[in-house]
């Protein structure tokens, strides 16, 4: 069979897993890539390479390769301006280069939103060296949240309370940056009600939104999702005009992850991911199409429907605590049983071959008919509690 496109996945992680299989329902074929073999993407896909995304010529060897009809990035870090070369002869990036170069770091994205697109973000600074660090903290006051331009799943994020913290945020934001730039963001801390992810599809006719999906961090990473989040008609609506505003900008066809703090009914910006969302992980049991249905299809040139979310869905993730390679993960009987009529739960674990301290090693999924977003939490957590990850003695 010829296959309807073929994908260069570059990033092989859980969302990778997903789109993947997204991807071959639709009849494409897929190239995972990583920098280790046995990727969780590398499991479903129809083949594979082993390399690192900052490796500029393996990225381009690969390319010239396989010649795919779409080259979709999954993770920040990947040598971006060999991105831009290729796609000016001719190779199609998802959703652009320009997009993956501008949001593959925190502060170009920050600087597109708030100075070229005017948006509400919080006060912030850049600082490339420890005294700069310091220097900056004094001009915005605490507390603050410093972060590398250049990290994911929360590396190197930490809440500053008073400048003796200051040397310890600058130690663990370098040691959790990804790519060979040190550079940190230092932004006020934003008093909140809540965040949201609000998933945007940029297609051929159009921009389409997902039910705005409510989360909650620890150490910057998200830890639970719930969808749909309650928030006013105003506050929807200013977040949906700030996302157009800032996809819009991006270009191109796709999903994208565009994060909100919330007050009241002010929105202020925060982040943007140009692919599907850890926090949408949701979406694969509220949603009849998921986020990775969404991106296969944006990418794609086909229709993207009204999205719908009727009932309260929630997840929670499972989470390794120490490095191990020989590692079982029990108790997923008891996680898939469902409580009660109204309830259904499933399970996605993400096959990833070690585990390492506050690794993601898979996901619950809850569906409550009839209730409240609490309640579907309640539910995902109370399974999550039942997996276990067992680690074996060598």
């Known amino acids: 069979m010829i296959p309807t496109a073929t994908i260069l996945l570059l990033g092989s992680g859980e969302l990778g897993r997903e789109f993947v299989i997204s991807a071959k329902r639709l009849g494409c074929r897929v190239i995972a890539c990583d920098s280790y073999e046995g990727a969780p993407a590398m499991q479903f896909a129809d083949g594979f390479e082993v390399f690192s995304m ?91 949240v410093v972060k590398p331009v250049m990290s994911s799943s929360g590396k190197g994020q930490s809440t500053v309370k008073d400048a003796g913290d200051i040397d310890a945020a600058w130690d663990y934001a370098a040691a959790g940056m990804r790519g060979d730039r040190l550079r940190v963001i230092a932004e006020a801390f934003i008093d909140f009600d809540y965040e949201i992810t609000l998933l945007t599809v940029r297609h051929k006719d159009g921009v389409t939104f997902c039910p705005p999906i409510g989360h909650r961090q620890e150490r910057g990473d998200y830890r639970e999702s719930w969808q749909p989040a309650a928030m006013s008609d105003a506050a929807l609506k200013a977040a949906q005009e700030m996302a157009t505003k800032v996809v819009d900008a991006l ?33 694969l ?110």
């Not at 920040?76 to 997009?99: C, K, Q, W």
């Not at 703090?261 to 929105?267: E, I, L, Q, S």
Request: glycine letters at 6%.
């Open 54 to 144: 900052l490796d500029g010529d393996a990225l381009r060897a690969t390319i010239e390769k396989h010649r795919p009809d779409h080259i979709v990035p999954e993770v920040e870090a990947i040598r971006t301006e060999v991105l831009a070369d290729v796609e000016a002869a001719g190779f199609h990036v998802v959703p652009s280069a320009r997009a993956a170069q501008l949001t593959m770091n925190r502060d170009a994205i920050r600087d597109l939103a708030a100075s070229e697109l005017g948006l509400t973000t919080s006060t912030f600074e850049y600082a490339e060296t420890r005294e700069a660090l310091h220097a900056a903290a004094a001009r915005i006051g605490f507390p603050l």
């Open 285 to 394: 049991i509220s949603q009849s199409l998921s986020e990775f249905d969404l991106h296969a299809r944006a990418i794609l040139g086909l229709p993207i429907p009204a999205i719908v979310v009727p009932d309260a869905c929630a997840s929670a993730v499972l989470l390794a605590d120490r490095d191990a390679a020989d590692f079982k993960i029990t108790g997923l009987a008891d996680a898939l049983v469902q409580p009660d009529a109204k309830t259904s739960v499933d399970v996605r674990i993400f096959g990833k071959p070690v585990t390492r301290p506050y690794r993601r090693m898979g996901v619950t999924l809850a569906r409550v008919a009839g209730a409240t977003t609490d309640q579907a939490r309640a539910a995902a957590v109370a399974a999550a509690a039942k997996l276990v990850i067992d680690y074996r003695k060598s």
């Open 251 to 283: 270009g191109g066809h796709g999903i994208f992850g565009v994060e909100f703090f919330v007050k009241g009914d002010a929105v202020i910006f925060s982040e943007l991911s140009p692919r599907p969302h850890d926090t949408g992980m949701v979406t």
